[in-house]
């Protein structure tokens, strides 16, 4: 659920923590997808028959597709600035792979709002803890410290 404040209170969401977002299955035409745009087909991640043979025993997403799905996620859980126009990404500054995602697993988001600061006037830096969850996994995908930009009118 996305959640609205104005920028008076913005300092009031430092450590909000919103709802997990719905769980999101990654089945092997999205591995495939993600292979063929970001030109990565190593076997691991395409080749169910190499793929047996590992320690995984399937294929396996990229990691780089775990953390694309935050965009995803982030519709369900964003703090949006009243007069907000547009979001851009600004980057990272910590990403952790912790756990292969399996195909057909179902994954999540859960997310904590870091840090929140002023960068120029009507732009605001959120940084935002990312925890990609595996459903029935005790550790996670993917934790990662996301930086974007929320400019205001």
Not at 67 to 80: D, G, I, P, R, W
Not at 98 to 117: E, H, Q, T, Y
């Amino acid at each position: 659920m996305v959640t609205f404040v104005n920028k008076e209170n913005v300092a009031e969401k430092i450590g909000f923590e919103p709802e997990p977002t719905s769980w999101f299955t990654v089945d092997q035409e999205t591995i495939n997808k993600f292979a063929d745009c970001t030109l990565d087909r190593q076997f691991i991640h395409v080749d169910p028959n190499k793929a047996k043979a590992t320690p995984f025993g399937t294929t396996i997403a990229h990691g780089f597709l775990s953390l694309s799905m935050l965009s995803h996620f982030a519709e369900q859980y964003s703090v949006l600035i009243n007069g907000y126009y547009m979001g851009v990404n600004y980057g990272f500054d910590k990403v952790r792979f912790i756990s292969p995602v399996k195909v057909n697993s179902r994954i999540r988001a859960v997310p904590k709002i870091l840090d929140i600061s002023t960068s120029k006037p009507g732009q605001y830096l959120f940084k935002t803890q990312v925890t990609i969850e595996i459903e029935n996994e005790d550790k996670p995908a993917c934790v990662a410290e996301w930086l974007t930009v929320q400019m205001i009118a």
